[in-house]
């Protein structure tokens, strides 16, 4: 169902789509294939919201949110069930999901608290001055469906505890998860038409959004093609428009690496989720002097990894979204081999006994990779990952950053010099030290550099600057007209 001005709504041209669960292939629920004549009564609802909830105290809107986290922590457990369903991720990864959503809402309902903007003397006496931060009005939300519950909080909850509305475009794929979001938003308490969700595919209901003219500004998480594709539509109306796009993570894993650590950050990172994570590490530039240890020690790994239906607690590997997906990271293997990479382990669909009927893929290994090789250079976006050699820090260091992308990246080592370097000279959003690519805290800014978005950074205070716009404030109070910048006999030129 749609959910417009507080009512729960068929869409207006009678058709439906199927959720498809990825672990067997069954339908899980029936939705509106929304069209833009939904858009446009959607932002109608939100617009008619927004003349007063940009009224309500921020700390008023962010008591929502608090009872808005304490349900989603109440129904932890079926909400990691049905993403585990509806998704396909392990049920352990979608409680983290879940999780992160938490995480994020009662991070942005301290906002409601904060807020800060700024004070600052005056050039002139008797004058006094502030910044102050303003909710902008409708904000139209659209997101990917591998972070099914996490992303919609990331970016719902700091336009609502700004004083935005919403209207919320949830990916094909995971309909129902949406669905759940907002009811659960409605149930804490959320006044009719400050969010409202259009359910639906991205020709019709996203560019419907996009296009909006009430729609001052767009946030949305996607592939990079997309993306452009949002910016393009956008562009006429000078929208403010935030982008979150894909990534091509690399790890570092150099001569003196704890193996045993890097192992276990390579497979978390690899393999998690199936690889369909923006983070995911789908690059791992290894020394010379390891690379044939690590090898052999990730190729053992990945062949130990039991797939299965995600909510099955023996499973290590989920399916991947859907059919079509199986075609892409299939295709990527096959020119992984035409380009001469090896091929380790992996490389073709899963099919035996029960897993038939769903979409799995093996976990996949090419080495001997080249960094220019396209295997190492376009998101494949599934349980794919490339090993390229290397001989020292500095050609590290370049096939990192030889990239389109500037997601996420991370280094093993125990060499704090060469630590800090890296820190400073690796050209992504994120760094991690001894870690994996994944694993972001929602009070640091999140995003990356280059074609990875553009600029804008999700979570953390810097999430604010996308749902708010600075107003300057001066108040004079001297009873006479004071002119800034303007010589005069009381303040001559220095
Ligand atoms: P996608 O770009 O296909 O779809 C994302 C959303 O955009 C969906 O809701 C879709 O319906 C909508 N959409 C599609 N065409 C549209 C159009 N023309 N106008 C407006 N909306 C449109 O991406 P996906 O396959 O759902 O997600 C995977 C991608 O997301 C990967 O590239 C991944 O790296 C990226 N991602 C990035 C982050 C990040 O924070 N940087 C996080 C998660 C995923």
Redo the contacts with the bound molecule.
Sequence with gaps: MNYIGGEWVEGSGGETFASVVPATGETIGEFPRSTAADVDRAVAAAKEAWRDWRLVPAPKRAEVLYRFAALIAEQKDDLADLMSREMGKVKLEAAGDVQEAIDMTLYMAGEGRRLFGHTTPSELPNKFQMSVRMPIGVVGV??????PIA?PSWKIAPALVCGNTVVF?????TPLLAQRFVELLEEAGLPAGVVNVVQG???E???A??SHPDVPVIT????????V??TH?AAEQLKLVHL????KNAILVLDDADLDLAVEGIVWSAFGTSG???TAASRVIVHEQVYGELQERLVARAEGMRLGPGWEEETDLGPV?NRASIEKIHSYTEIGKKEGATLLTGGEPAREGELEQGFYYRPTIFGDVEAGMRIAQE?I?GPTTALIPVKDFDEAIRAANGVEYG?SSAIFTQDVNRAFRAMRDLDTGITYVNAGTTGAEVHLP???TKH??NGHR?AGQAALDVFTEWKSLYIDYSGKLQRAQIDTEEHPAP
Aim: charged residues 25%.
């Design positions: 659209i997101t990917p469906w591998n972070f992303i475009k949830p990916a094909e794929d595919f991205g020709e209901v996203g560019e959004l996009v949305f998480t996607g592939s990079r093609e997309t993306g594709r949002v539509a979150e796009l894909g990534g369909q994570r923006c979204i998101e976006f997601l999140f995003g990356g990875t978005g999700e």
